[in-house]
């Protein structure tokens, strides 16, 4: 008996391959999957049917013409044609076996043939699913058990019932048949093996790559989550400092008007309330790759705001025919400092998404970029492309859509919607709408 340390010993001959690899070797197969109730049916049949059409065939040979043979000799005919179908039943029983026993299964039913051709239907299943692992150390023990039952067969049992002798030429003959079906059913085992491997890692594959796209949109979301509390870090950080500074005038400075007090406390509320509203937006969500050990995070540039989305135009131009109509705005224009800033960066994020997947993807479509609303009620961002130019020929290389899952998680903490899609003549629209507050 081994100890704890000692190396596990070598597994039996007849026991099931291991999963894994020994050093040196490739991976070894897993155990074949479990078969459906008619996949096990119909091999089932499949073995009976065989047994049952060789026996019959034995049974021609076996019983003679009346009064062509002695008393005794067709006794013994009558006693092996019986004994050969209870040992084809016998070897249907063990079929059941086959897949945790392969081995020992196919040797059995295999040495069985030697005095039962019945047996042989469920050695044939027998031999093809000891194949199925693609190991020789298990198909050659069900090799040889069948070349030495039909050396025995028709070499010994046969002549011995029947009272003749078979010349050597045929019993080598019937030997070489013996290889041609077991190397047949060794064949069939290792195709249906590799098949069923060849399957079996397509479905982990797409299963994986499945799980990978989940956790690349996962990660896409963090990351716009993040980038979004760092551009409202500096916005909370600049409105609490104007809301600090103007209470700690009040505090100290004794020599204000009352118009002065007023004043200074309107500043105070309405920069209170604006940090509030950029707090709500951003609460909850959890800022990845946050300074640790007293480190501190480079702050990022100033972020751009819709009235810059000419720039955005104007950088598209050379790529598509692009179009902006701020007909729908108040005055017909871009709005200025009136439009929130977080609504502002939004929609200049909306735009820009849409301008660069545009260029990417339909250079040479026309482009219209359409902003509507007022205070108080919602700005409406629309970019819809046409059909790509097929003269030109597009140099962008396949998305993921990451950039579309960013800009909804983005809008969504802005408070608003985005919905983006498809037409049937190679259009895409992408729509959003956001809350446009009356500071009034």
Same mark, same amino acid.
């Given at each position: ?26 991976? &070894? ?6 078969? #459906? ?12 049917? $065989? ?10 040979? $076996? ?12 006794? &013994? ?27 020992? =299964?196919? %040797? ?26 693609? #190991?020789? #150390? ?63 890692? $397509?479905?982990?594959?797409?299963? %994986?790559?499945?799980?990978? @796209?989940?956790? +690349? ?35 100290? &400075? ?14 105070? @509320? ?25 480190? #501190? ?5 100033? @972020? ?47 735009? @820009? ?6 260029? +990417? ?7 219209? =970029? &359409? ?9 409406? =961002? ?13 140099? *962008? %290389? ?7 899952? /960013? ?8 408070? /608003? ?14 729509? *959003? ?6 500071? +009034?």
């Amino acid at each position: 008996m081994h100890s704890v340390a000692s190396p596990p010993a070598a597994p039996p001959a007849t026991s099931l391959p291991r999963d894994g690899a020994e050093p040196g070797r490739s991976p &070894r197969p897993v155990a074949p999957p479990a078969l #459906r109730p008619w996949s096990r049916i119909w091999r089932y049949l499949a073995a009976a049917g $065989l047994a049952m059409l060789l026996w019959i065939f034995t049974s021609v040979d $076996l019983i003679p013409a009346e009064g062509t043979v002695p008393a005794d000799v067709e006794a &013994r005919m009558g006693a092996a044609l019986l004994l050969d179908g209870l040992l084809g039943v016998l070897a249907l029983c063990l079929l059941p076996l086959r897949r945790r026993h392969p081995v020992l =299964v196919g %040797t059995v039913t295999g040495l069985v043939t030697a005095v039962s051709t019945a047996a042989l239907g469920a050695a044939t299943v027998a031999a093809v699913s000891a194949a199925t692992w693609r #190991r020789w #150390r298990l198909v050659l023990p069900v090799a040889v058990a069948w070349v030495v039952a039909v050396a025995v067969y028709e070499g010994l049992w046969r002549p011995s019932v029947m009272d003749t002798a078979n010349s050597t030429g045929f019993v080598v003959l019937s030997g070489g048949v013996a290889i041609g079906m077991v190397a047949t059913c060794v064949a069939t085992g290792f195709y249906v093996g590799a098949r069923r491997e060849l399957l079996t890692t $397509l479905r982990q594959r797409a299963e %994986t790559a499945e799980r990978e @796209q989940l956790l +690349k949109a996962e990660a896409a979301r963090e990351a716009e989550r993040t980038r979004i509390a760092r551009e409202m870090h500096d916005v909370l950080a600049h409105r609490i400092s104007l809301v600090a500074m103007h209470a700690g005038a009040l505090a100290y &400075r004794t020599d204000l008007s009352r118009e002065e007090t007023a004043q200074a406390a309107g500043v105070i @509320q309405h920069n209170a309330h604006v940090a509030l509203t950029e707090l709500r937006q951003v609460l909850g969500v959890l800022r990845a790759g946050s300074p640790q050990g007293g480190e #501190r995070a480079a702050a990022e540039p100033p @972020q751009p705001e819709l009235a810059q989305i000419t720039e955005l135009v104007a950088a598209a131009a050379p790529y598509v025919d692009v179009t902006l109509d701020v007909s729908g705005l108040p005055g017909g224009r871009l709005p200025g400092g009136e439009l929130p800033a977080t609504t502002s960066r939004t929609a200049y994020r909306v735009v @820009q998404e849409a301008l660069t997947n545009t260029c +990417k993807h339909a250079p040479g479509s026309a482009v219209a =970029v &359409r902003l509507a609303g007022a205070p108080g009620g919602l700005l409406t =961002v629309e970019v819809v492309n046409g059909a790509p130019d097929s003269t030109l020929r597009s140099s *962008a %290389t396949p998305g993921a859509g990451l950039g579309l899952l /960013g800009l909804a998680e983005r809008v969504d903490l802005a408070g /608003g919607a985005l919905e983006h899609g498809g037409g049937p003549d190679g259009s895409f629209a992408v729509r *959003a709408w956001l809350p446009w507050e009356d500071d +009034k």
